[in-house]
């Protein structure tokens, strides 16, 4: 903006010329169209904007214009002297219209200088300008003497140190002010290397992406405050590509100091959580555990007995009596199993959800079970394909195995049955895992089954089911009228499928 002096003078200058013009044309006899000379003054008026009237010296020059021919001519002007003074007159005219137009543009690119600058400063994400021409010149000198310009980089820290002090901030919005902590007052960080931390890292991948010429460039880093406290951002740049306007690069930054400290304290509580939920997990387990481990107790117990009263017979009948003994085996194989499952259950520190594939979970449980016993059969039919679970895959894996482990007890425990079926199956919302022992995997004859409670053996199903609820799901144990068919299954939610 010019200031009342500059305007003064301006004004003076512009009266002087128009006089000194009037002065040649009227008492000079110069064969020209000396009147053109006032197309100067209105230059000389104009102060670049829309403020200044244009026709109030326009006027002025033109009279005067056709005074001085009035004088030197009167009415008896040839045609020469009208042609000049047409062509003079029409130069002031055009010189009026042109700096009327150029005023009217000065002002629309004042004012549209104006709102950029609100919009500027009025934006919470803090924004600074910089100019990296002389970090690409010295870029394309160091890519002259070197074949690897990232190794070399990396290589040479006291180079990117160098680089990074020749970087200019040109311009910053007042957010950057804020997060900076740099008063108002104060003149903002003038080179990079003023609020970058030497170790900084970062600064290194702006400048391979300068030389790459890549379209943008984003990072992590820190900044140091004008209080010398270090701050975590994310910054954006978006970087030239086609080899010009390396000296307005502007960069945004957002404060990641609130969201890591959430992130830190979302972590603590989530550990919390874990730890408690781990808890309360075991604690709702506790009935369900005591029942587990107290009936195969039981039943060894009663077998025992069973033994001894077979023994304590004359004569004894030993196979019967080793009959209840194998049958105490497989109680105390129950009960050891029960045992074991909750010993790894306790032993997992934390619980971790996550999308398990369910045909690839029984799959795996069920080929364990074979190492650790070869002599077993399954007849295994996956049907789940793509079908997964949410929920703490050690806990899904010690579930499928005590199914199947009590689907074997049971089936040890009665002679008729031969043969154990595992099939999985899925639906829109539901995942089922369906495990059948018996003589006969004959539809019809399960079919036939009632679905009442099995009178069997049932060791680590109480824990079973606690842990389906954990998992949102359920389990349905039945058994024929006349044993034939044992027969457990697990319905589980299925999980949402998401694209890789």
């Not at 999308?355 to 059969?377: C, E, K």
Request: aromatic share 4%; net charge negative; glycine share 6%.
């Amino acid at each position: 903006m010019a200031t009342p002096f500059t305007n003064r003078t301006r004004i003076s200058l512009a009266a002087l010329a128009m006089a000194g013009v009037f002065v040649i044309d009227t008492f000079t006899r110069l064969q020209s169209a000396v009147a053109v000379l006032y197309a100067l003054v209105l230059i000389v008026a104009d102060d670049g904007t829309a403020r200044t009237r244009t026709s109030a010296w326009a006027y002025p020059c033109g009279v005067l214009a056709l005074v001085s021919f009035l004088i030197n001519h009167g009415g008896k002007a040839n045609t020469d002297e009208m042609l000049r003074l047409l062509a003079s007159l029409a130069a002031i005219t055009v010189a009026a219209l042109l700096t009327s137009r150029n005023g009217r543009l000065h002002e629309q690119v004042r004012i549209s200088d104006a709102r950029y600058e609100t919009i500027f400063n009025s934006l919470a994400l803090a924004i600074w300008e910089h100019d990296f021409t002389l970090v690409v010149k010295e870029l394309a000198k160091i890519k002259e003497a070197v074949t690897d310009l990232e190794a070399h980089l990396r290589a040479h820290p006291g180079d990117v140190a160098y680089l990074r002090r020749l970087v200019k901030i040109t311009h910053a919005n007042a957010a950057a002010r804020r997060l900076l902590e740099v008063s108002d007052e104060a003149p903002f960080f003038e080179n990079l290397s003023d609020f970058l931390p030497d170790d900084d890292s970062s600064f290194v991948e702006a400048l391979l992406s300068i030389d790459r010429r890549s379209p943008a460039f984003e990072t992590e880093c820190q900044v140091r405050t004008a209080n010398s406290t270090l701050v975590a951002v994310f910054v954006a740049m978006r970087l030239p590509v086609d080899g010009t306007g390396y000296d307005r690069i502007c960069a945004s930054a957002l404060d990641l100091t609130e969201r890591k400290r959430m992130e830190k304290h979302l972590e603590v509580a989530r550990l919390e959580r874990d730890e408690a939920l781990h808890r309360a997990i075991i604690g709702s387990l506790s009935i369900a555990i005591a029942h587990d481990v107290s009936q195969p107790l039981s039943s060894i117990n009663a077998y025992l007995a069973t033994a001894r009263r077979w023994l304590a017979r004359t004569p004894a009948d030993v196979s019967e009596a080793s009959q209840a003994i194998a049958q105490a085996e497989h109680a105390g194989d129950d009960a050891a199993r029960v045992i074991d499952g909750v010993r790894e259950l306790v032993a997992k520190g934390r619980l971790e959800r996550s999308i398990i594939a369910f045909d690839h979970l029984v799959g795996g449980v069920v080929d364990a079970i074979q190492t650790r016993q070869p002599g077993l059969s399954f007849e295994l039919s996956l049907g789940g394909a793509t079908a997964a679970v949410s929920g703490e895959a050690h806990l899904l894996e010690q579930l499928v195995s005590s199914l199947v482990c009590t689907a074997l007890s049971n089936a040890r425990l009665q002679e008729s049955r031969t043969g154990i079926r595992i099939v999985t199956s899925a639906d829109q919302t539901l995942v089922r895992l369906a495990i059948a022992c018996g003589r006969t995997n004959d539809a019809a004859e399960q079919s036939e089954s009632a679905h009442v409670e099995p009178h069997l053996s049932e060791g680590g199903l109480g824990l079973c089911r606690s842990l389906a609820r954990f998992h949102g799901g359920t389990i349905l144990a039945t058994s024929s009228i006349a044993g034939e068919m044992f027969h457990i299954e697990l319905t589980l939610p299925r999980a949402p499928h998401r694209n890789p």
